[in-house]
C-alpha cells in the first residue's frame, strides 16, 4: 500500500511538473491564454514563466524526495506530499490577489467549468484530495 501512495504521489508530482508548461506555452488552445496572450505585458509573461519554472522544480524536488532510498523515508513521503502541494496551494491562494481572475475576460466564453468550477481549480482540488488520499494510505501502510 505505501507504494501505491508513492505512485499516486508520483502522478500528482509529474503533473506539478508538467500542467504548467503545457498548459501555459506548450498547448496551442490554453497557451494563447498565457505566454502567447498579446495583451501580457512582457512583465506578466515574466511571471508566468516564473511560475512554470517553479512548477517544473517542486515536482522534481517532490520526486527525488519521493524515490530517496536512505535518510527517514516516511519524512521524505510526507515532505514530498507537501511539495507537491504547494504548486495546487499557490494556485487556490492566487484568487485571494486583487485584480485576479481565474480567466481573462476575452477567452470567458471559451473556458468551459469543470462541475461548475474553471478548470484550474477543479484540477487543483483534484490534485490536492489525491495527495491526501495518498497522505492517509502512506500513513496506514508505514505504521
Same mark, same amino acid.
Given at each position: 500500500?505505501?507504494l501505491?501512495?508513492?505512485m /499516486?504521489?508520483? !502522478? *500528482?508530482?509529474?503533473? *506539478?511538473? $508538467?500542467?504548467? !508548461? $503545457?498548459?501555459?506555452?506548450? /498547448? &496551442? +488552445?490554453?497557451?494563447? =491564454?498565457? /505566454?502567447? #496572450?498579446?495583451?501580457?505585458?512582457?512583465?506578466?509573461?515574466?511571471? #508566468?514563466? =516564473?511560475?512554470?519554472?517553479?512548477?517544473?522544480?517542486?515536482?522534481?524536488?517532490? %520526486?527525488?524526495?519521493?524515490? +530517496?532510498?536512505?535518510?527517514?523515508?516516511?519524512? =521524505?513521503?510526507?515532505l514530498?506530499i507537501?511539495?507537491?502541494?504547494?504548486y495546487?496551494l499557490s494556485?487556490?491562494?492566487?484568487?485571494?490577489? &486583487?485584480?485576479?481572475?481565474?480567466?481573462?475576460?476575452?477567452?470567458? #466564453?471559451e473556458?468551459? &467549468?469543470?462541475l461548475g468550477?474553471? &478548470?484550474? =481549480?477543479?484540477?487543483?482540488? *483534484?490534485m %490536492?484530495?489525491?495527495?491526501? *488520499?495518498?497522505? $492517509? $494510505?502512506? @500513513? /496506514?501502510? @508505514? #505504521?
Amino acid at each position: 500500500m505505501f507504494l501505491l501512495a508513492k505512485m /499516486i504521489v508520483a !502522478l *500528482v508530482s509529474a503533473a *506539478v511538473m $508538467l500542467a504548467g !508548461l $503545457l498548459a501555459d506555452w506548450v /498547448i &496551442p +488552445r490554453t497557451a494563447k =491564454q498565457h /505566454i502567447y #496572450n498579446p495583451k501580457w505585458p512582457p512583465h506578466a509573461k515574466f511571471h #508566468n514563466g =516564473q511560475t512554470m519554472s517553479l512548477g517544473f522544480l517542486l515536482g522534481a524536488l517532490s %520526486l527525488f524526495l519521493l524515490f +530517496r532510498m536512505d535518510g527517514d523515508l516516511w519524512f =521524505q513521503f510526507t515532505l514530498g506530499i507537501v511539495t507537491a502541494s504547494y504548486y495546487w496551494l499557490s494556485m487556490m491562494f492566487a484568487g485571494l490577489f &486583487p485584480h485576479t481572475a481565474w480567466v481573462d475576460p476575452e477567452f470567458k #466564453n471559451e473556458v468551459k &467549468p469543470v462541475l461548475g468550477l474553471p &478548470p484550474q =481549480q477543479f484540477l487543483s482540488f *483534484v490534485m %490536492l484530495i489525491l495527495l491526501a *488520499v495518498a497522505f $492517509l $494510505l502512506g @500513513y /496506514i501502510a @508505514y #505504521n
